[in-house]
């Protein structure tokens, strides 16, 4: 697109191929391989002298449309698509990464994150040191002549920790350091990490990417010879994660609307914690947009909105925990984030169970430690269910 139109129009229109049926709802291109007009035609593409498809693991005209878009959006040169958000991470981390590298990592990420840095890689001779990245001055002290990444969510997840995107930018461009974020938590709605100075964003496009909760799909934007790069050597050779033609097309439609659900998860959001601060059993409370929370002047000035992820500590521990999961009626005990549908669970035993108990208490991941991704419900049906789970909770925590 040529004009600067607004997100909203942006998420609509951007990246859209016309086909030759007209159709306004792009087709699905559900095939694997791709016909040449001729051999040399087939030569100049794997030669990369012509643009054109030659095979799905390499791109396709349904996933192209997404990718223009997510680019659009996140004022990036480029995107790519990937089967899972894992397949993202791990496609970067194959492309850019190799034995006697090391990484600078938050201590706080997705388990599964967690586990591919300090179990899958580990294995190959890359390091990665495990820092508190909302302390600036921490991933200085750790950066070493081999240090090739600082990694980085913010939010983090579980405990929502934020981490200055463009202090750690200029950190990691004074020392020729590659820095990627996750930003799975905001999408380009509320964050942009390419413009805040990171060199790639990380997604799992499953969350609010989709946001239907029908698709496994991850995403990565950057600069366009990065792209190229993962596309042709962690995606291509290493992980083969591609996305297919039919995923591809549910995240385009679950796109178009990504601005109008962000902005009822995050009213939603707002309302839960406020009632959150009102009950006498939440021992803490980690949500962005809260004053009393750690990360809140940094959330202000690099998030348009505080998000719709909450996470708060129990008194009573992980009994209290799973007494409160087990009670919740309308809310569903599930992982995964970003659905219509509101979503809680237990980081320490679900999303987190990769980690160590010294990892999690490194992390500050409390076994009473709840997580809840805000869905579309009306507020109060949602308020009034989690209420009535406090209330049992009196046989575990004594009302003083």
Known sequence: ????YGFSTQQIHAGHLKNSAGALTSPIYQSSTFVFDNAQQGANRFAGEEDGFIYTRLGNPTEQEIE?????????????????????????????????????SSEVVYGCTHALFDEG??????????????????IVKNIKPNTKMIYI?????????????????????????????????????LQRPIELGADLAVYSATKYINGHGDVVAGAGTGKQ??????????????????ISPFDAFLVNRGMKTLSLR????????????????????????????????????????QMSQPGAMIAFDLKGGRAAGEKFINSVELMSLAVSLGDAETLIEHPASMTHS??????????????????????????????????????????VIPVS
């Open 1 to 4: 697109m040529t004009k600067e």
């Open 68 to 104: 223009l878009k997510l680019a659009a959006l996140e004022g990036a040169e480029a995107a790519l698509f990937t089967a899972s958000g894992m397949g993202a991470i791990s496609a970067t981390m194959h492309t850019f990464l190799q034995s006697g590298d090391h990484v600078i």
């Open 121 to 138: 890689l580990r294995k190959y001779g890359i390091d990665f040191a495990f820092v508190d990245t909302t302390k600036t001055d921490a």
């Open 153 to 189: 969510e913010t939010p983090a997840n579980p405990t929502l920790d934020i981490s200055d995107i463009q202090a750690i930018a200029a950190i990691a461009h004074e020392h020729d350091l590659l820095f990627v974020v996750d930003n799975t938590f905001c999408t380009p709605y």
């Open 225 to 242: 010879d990065m792209i190229d790069q993962i596309r042709m050597v962690g995606l291509k050779d290493m992980t083969g994660s591609v």
């Open 262 to 301: 962000m902005d009822r998860h995050v009213q939603n959001a707002q309302k839960i914690v406020e009632f959150l601060e009102s009950e006498a059993k939440v021992q803490q409370i980690f949500y962005p947009g809260n004053p009393n929370f750690a990360g809140y002047a940094v959330a202000q000035q």
């Open 354 to 395: 990769t980690y160590s108990e010294a990892d999690l208490k490194q992390a500050g991941i409390s076994q009473g430690l709840i997580r809840v991704s805000a869905g579309l419900e009306d507020a109060a049906d949602l308020i009034n269910d989690m209420a009535q789970a406090f209330a049992k909770l009196d046989t």
